[in-house]
Nanobody, 124 residues
Framework: QVQVVESGGGLVQAGGSLRLSCAAS????????MGWFRQAPGNEREFVAA????????YYINSVKGRFTISRDNAKNTVDLQMNSLKPEDTAVYYC?????????????????WGQGTQVTVSS
């Protein structure tokens, strides 16, 4: 079993940057593909980015390509989401999730373990 805890959310002006971090417990972190999802009020949970177990495969939703970067450090059991050029439409609760898969997935249903989420608010 894996427990994940997000950190790094906050309030930022449009055009600014934030770095989200997800810390995972357990010695099997390297066996999980990891993903970031977000959910804005009144909206469904949305895929943002995902990375394979080894880090060699990465997926992004089109709206964040070129602005967000996902990375992982299997030695430290962490996965980060660097968010640049933030827009008000990026405002949401961001969730980190772990999937017992080799390759990353864009589907929330593929993920087995979820964090509690961290709020990101981008003001215009």
């Amino acid at each position: 079993q894996v427990q994940v805890v997000e950190s790094g959310g906050g309030l930022v002006q449009a055009g600014g940057s934030l770095r989200l971090s997800c810390a995972a417990s357990g010695r099997t972190f390297g066996r999980y593909a990891m993903g970031w999802f977000r959910q804005a009020p009144g909206n469904e949970r949305e895929f943002v980015a995902a990375i394979s177990r080894s880090g060699d495969q990465i997926y992004y939703i089109n709206s964040v390509k070129g602005r967000f970067t996902i990375s992982r450090d299997n030695a430290k059991n962490t996965v980060d989401l660097q968010m640049n050029s933030l827009k008000p439409e990026d405002t949401a609760v961001y969730y980190c999730a772990a999937a017992r898969l080799i390759s990353p997935s864009t589907q929330a249903s593929d993920y087995n373990y979820w964090g509690q989420g961290t709020q990101v608010t981008v003001s215009s």
